[in-house]
């Protein structure tokens, strides 16, 4: 099975920062790497696809970078509603495997 | 609107049975492949289960393969998960997941709200 490591686990920022989180790989996963945000008591939610691609519906201020096996998630300006707990997660061989989360928190 | 609705959770004894179901509305079912994803309280995303969209084919978590059983009804635009022997580490919530299949890459667009499967004596 191929391990999703991401860092890291949890984070502390305060509205306006931008904030990266880092999302590893253990072996090539091309592009094949999905990311999703998910806030408490709620289903996860998918903010882009592909690496890069930006899910339809989802602020700008995400976006995504990366291929092979490293993968960064990047919020340019936080804002209140984006304080959550963020996924990466494979799609490039089964079974899909999900990072172990990074929980965003405010400072 | 698409929506995808879970039922079937509860407490159930180590080593008893439960059946999940997914209703969907809103978009053509057959069309899209649909998964089953869980989490533990507390903890993070696992991937259980996939299915095509015609039924023929399905994958699993090594965790649940021989146990979960994914299938669907496309007559009745429902997704299932049975699940047997089950154990106190299956404990979780389950959600259904739509799987967009976005250009060939495997995206879970959209998910129910979560059904709680408790296994404890």
């Known amino acids: 099975d191929i391990q999703m490591t991401q860092s890291p686990s949890s984070l502390s920022a305060s509205v306006g920062d931008r904030v990266t989180i880092t999302c590893r790989a253990s072996?090539?996963?091309?592009?094949?790497l999905n990311w999703y945000q998910q806030k408490p008591g709620k289903a996860p939610n998918v903010l882009i696809y592909?690496?890069?691609s930006l899910q339809s519906g989802v602020p700008s201020r995400f976006s995504g970078s990366g291929s092979a096996t490293d993968f960064t998630l990047t919020i340019s300006s936080l804002q209140p509603q984006d304080f959550a707990t963020y996924y990466c997660?494979?799609?490039?061989?089964?079974?899909?495997?999900f990072g172990q989360g990074t929980k965003l928190e405010i400072k | 609107e698409v929506q995808l609705v879970e039922s079937g959770g509860g407490l159930v004894q180590p080593g008893g049975s439960l059946r999940l179901s997914c209703a969907a509305s809103?978009?053509?079912?057959?069309?899209?492949?649909m998964h089953w994803v869980r989490q533990a309280p507390g903890k993070g995303l696992v991937w259980v289960s996939r299915i095509y969209g015609d039924g023929r084919r399905t994958a699993y978590a090594d965790s649940v393969k021989g146990r979960f059983t994914i299938s669907r009804d496309n007559a009745k635009k429902m997704l299932y998960l049975e699940m047997n022997s089950l154990r106190a580490e299956d404990t979780a919530v389950y959600y259904c997941a739509r799987d967009s299949d976005t250009y060939g890459y495997s995206v879970l667009d959209y998910r129910g709200q979560g059904t709680l499967v408790t296994v404890s004596s």
């Open positions: 997660q494979q799609s490039y061989s089964l079974p899909y495997t």
């Open positions: 592909a690496a890069t």
């Open positions: 809103g978009f053509t079912f057959t069309s899209y492949w």
């Open positions: 072996q090539t996963i091309r592009n094949y």
